[in-house]
């Protein structure tokens, strides 16, 4: 049995679960506005506690790689990375909106559809990525501000499109007029869903550059200038 420990922290929401082989074995959510600092560590032990499991059971850590909250990504990252050097175990990342698209598997019956997982950008802007419903890539990471015709390329090929995640409440009133549009914004990025992603990419030895990787944050960071004066 291969157990992994998944942190996601891409959104407001801290999200960690732990797998064997990629059956769930315990998973916990916390919905509060910047809380993963605080509470990231505290789940990860309430969690292997629960699951009679001690940190130097774990086989591996994945990660959410994004896109996402800066801090939040880091919070998460640098835990994962703490723990992997701690326990010489391998690091594996995870795609957050790759993680949505697995979720909404496990809702959809039809295996035809056309999968878009959206995260929040801020204003009328959103991180996305267009899967086909295996997870095969037709479109990578983006990030885009949403108009009328951002997806009109995709509405004549596919009969149904699912557009999900946090994001998509911007494209209510955008694509109110496609009739093979479900629109499903009740979906975010948790850890319980990266079991499966995760342990395929173990068996691939799929794994990171503890001193390297960087999470995809789905565009440049920036920093605002500081309008305090210099001590200087």
Same mark, same amino acid.
């Given at each position: 049995?291969?157990?992994?420990?998944?942190?996601?922290?891409?959104?407001?929401?801290?999200? *960690?679960?732990?797998?064997?082989?990629?059956?769930?074995?315990?998973?916990?959510?916390? +919905?509060?506005?910047?809380?993963?600092?605080?509470?990231?560590?505290?789940?990860?032990?309430?969690?292997?506690?629960?699951?009679?499991? /001690? $940190?130097?059971?774990? @086989?591996?850590?994945?990660?959410?790689?994004?896109?996402?909250?800066?801090?939040?990504? /880091?919070?998460?990252?640098?835990?994962?990375?703490? $723990?992997?050097?701690?326990?010489?175990?391998?690091?594996?990342?995870?795609?957050?909106?790759?993680?949505?698209?697995?979720?909404?598997?496990?809702?959809? $019956? @039809?295996?035809?559809?056309?999968?878009?997982?959206?995260?929040?950008?801020? /204003?009328?802007?959103?991180?996305?990525? *267009? =899967?086909?419903? #295996?997870?095969?890539?037709?479109?990578?990471?983006?990030?885009?501000?949403?108009?009328? #015709?951002?997806?009109?390329?995709?509405? #004549?090929?596919?009969?149904?499109?699912?557009? +999900?995640? =946090?994001?998509?409440?911007?494209?209510?009133?955008?694509?109110?007029?496609?009739? =093979?549009?479900?629109?499903?914004?009740? *979906?975010?990025?948790?850890?319980? !869903?990266?079991?499966?992603?995760? !342990?395929?990419?173990?068996?691939? @030895?799929?794994?990171?550059? $503890?001193?390297?990787?960087?999470?995809?944050?789905?565009?440049? !960071?920036?920093?605002?200038?500081?309008?305090?004066?210099?001590?200087?």
């Amino acid at each position: 049995m291969i157990t992994i420990l998944s942190i996601e922290t891409a959104t407001s929401i801290c999200s *960690v679960a732990i797998h064997q082989d990629s059956k769930t074995l315990a998973s916990a959510d916390l +919905f509060l506005e910047k809380s993963h600092s605080a509470s990231l560590s505290l789940l990860i032990e309430q969690l292997l506690s629960h699951c009679d499991l /001690r $940190l130097a059971d774990l @086989n591996a850590v994945a990660v959410s790689s994004g896109p996402g909250s800066y801090t939040g990504l /880091r919070i998460g990252l640098s835990t994962a990375k703490g $723990l992997c050097y701690a326990l010489d175990i391998p690091l594996i990342a995870i795609s957050s909106l790759d993680t949505m698209c697995v979720q909404m598997q496990k809702f959809i $019956l @039809n295996t035809s559809p056309l999968l878009i997982p959206m995260i929040d950008a801020r /204003r009328m802007e959103v991180f996305y990525k *267009v =899967n086909q419903y #295996d997870l095969t890539e037709i479109e990578p990471l983006n990030n885009l501000i949403l108009t009328e #015709d951002s997806f009109d390329k995709y509405f #004549d090929k596919y009969s149904t499109i699912y557009l +999900f995640g =946090n994001g998509a409440s911007k494209a209510s009133d955008l694509y109110k007029e496609k009739r =093979n549009l479900i629109i499903i914004k009740d *979906v975010n990025p948790s850890a319980m !869903f990266m079991g499966k992603l995760a !342990f395929g990419k173990y068996q691939l @030895n799929q794994f990171e550059d $503890l001193a390297y990787f960087e999470p995809d944050y789905g565009k440049e !960071f920036f920093s605002p200038v500081s309008k305090k004066k210099s001590f200087l």
